[in-house]
């Protein structure tokens, strides 16, 4: 059994972030918080209209990522 499961693969169209040891990541020159859940693993960012990107972990929407006002912020999935 390998010790760690492989990270997630994204598609060609997805921005590949890191989150770090604190369970942040930069986006568009802000760090966000993703949790602890997410901490030392990649998570993807695709876009899917003008202002708004999809939060993934492999094939798992998690959130969106919505730029308002020229500030960007995330939301949970409902």
Known sequence: ???????PQYD???EVRR????GNF?????R???????????????QT??????LLYGPLLVGY???RDGVPRIEPVR
């Open 1 to 7: 059994m390998p010790e760690r499961p492989r990270e």
């Open 12 to 14: 060609d169209d997805v």
């Open 19 to 22: 989150v770090d040891h604190s």
């Open 26 to 30: 930069n986006w568009k020159g802000v």
């Open 32 to 46: 966000h918080l993703a949790g602890a859940p997410l901490m030392n693993q990649r998570i993807g960012i695709r």
């Open 49 to 54: 209209d003008e202002d708004e990107w999809e």
């Open 65 to 67: 990522l919505l730029l």
